[in-house]
């Protein structure tokens, strides 16, 4: 048997024993499974006991302490696509997150003036420093620390929110927290929030995205300046299924060390707007986000876009609830490199992981992807997904883009090489154990396409990886 298939029987192996695991968690009769969930629910209303909220000052001040701890093992075989390179095949990823949650309170009971501080300790245990960069390791820091006001006034519904912060927007195509990795990503941030009615939210932002230092303290990337606003409206009175959102964001990178087509650096002064729909009618559910960038870079003119769309339907009279779903996400790549216009679509600061496969070689970078899903839920408690992506580049004469961004780069630009870069599938599974203890498992094998067996190794990759998060 050669080098491929045992890591291969090896994933097949653990992906059935763990499906097997959470099948028989759902088993009322199954012995020891049936005593196991109130043996943590125990856990859990002790651990609620343990950190429930406390009032001082004759029951001004209310402050809560909590966190999350969260593991996960991670089986990566040729991930690079080139069976023939090292890398660690198994990574044991630990992170853990404590905070202080402090609050005024009002008469009536509001809170008007919050603190919230959190410290983030992240690592990976693996075999060599392949994966010991600041996507998976970070020393005891400075997670967040800002202080959020409300305006006292009715007339002006405004609350402030200023210091180290989550900003996540829309389905966090453009702008997430990007939670997946191991130390995931925050903004020293000034934010205003204004809400005249449960319909209405407008968010306005400025803010410079966080640096992970590994030993260090993080810090802010102040050359690179990320402003916004975000309009997140329930147009319909009668159902406040469908949400529309509109946006501006605007980038503004004064490093100058952007290269244009002609090799001359400049700044960046990005300019992203759109809009994005998203509902459910009856067993139906779809949605649709588009955005157009405008703007410079270096001495180019930017013209890039991009859009996805969706469409699900949920069998709600069937046991298990099957949903059966597609998507279409396309993201624009430069034709013409010579030209002075740059149209590969810069994503921003998005989270990508869980959008365009799993394994994370796909970005909304200079990409058609199209994908088929479907899903059930056998217990209330248990949830399985299948899905399948197709990909090809918008443009050969562009790079391919892993979820990495502008430094992530999987292959060169290649206009002589086929645009289809392969397929994936993705198999998951999540168990909520309690209401503080999550499984979850997964699976995924990417299918090296004609593009990678025109621009050199195509190894096929594969990723299983199992996660338990317990929150307190």
Known sequence: MNRRMNPFNRIFGVT??????????????????????????????KIDQT????TFFNYRIKAKVGGQSRYRFEYRDTLNLNDRTYEDDAMNLLRNRLNLDVGYLSDSGAIPARFFIEGQEAHAFTESDVNQ???FVNEVDLRQLFVELKSPWKKAPVTAKVGRQVLSYGDERFVGGLEWTNTARVFDAIKLVYTPNPQIQLDAFASNVVK????KWDQATNSDDFYGLYLSTKPFKKSMDQVLDSFLFIRHNDDRTLAGENSKRGELKEYTFG????????????GTEYAVQLGSRSHDEIQAWAFHQELGYTISKLPWTPRIYGEYNH???DRNPTDGKFQTFDNLF??????????????LKNINDYMIGASVKPHTRLFFSADFHWFVLDAKESAWFNVAGAGGTVRAANANADEHLGNEIDLLATYQLTARVGLLAGYSHFFAGPFAKDTGAHDDANLLYLQTTVNF
């Open 350 to 363: 998005p989270t990508n992981h869980n959008k365009y496969g799993y394994i994370d070689l796909i970005s």
């Open 16 to 45: 059935l024993m763990t499906t097997q695991l959470l099948a028989l968690l759902i088993q009322p009769n199954a012995g020891w499974a049936a005593q196991q969930p109130e043996i943590l629910n125990k856990l859990d209303r």
């Open 133 to 135: 960069t600041n996507v």
């Open 212 to 215: 992970i230092e590994k030993e």
């Open 331 to 333: 993201a624009s790549g």
């Open 275 to 286: 809009n994005r729909f998203k509902g459910k009618k009856l067993d139906w559910d779809y």
């Open 51 to 54: 950190f429930r909220p406390r």
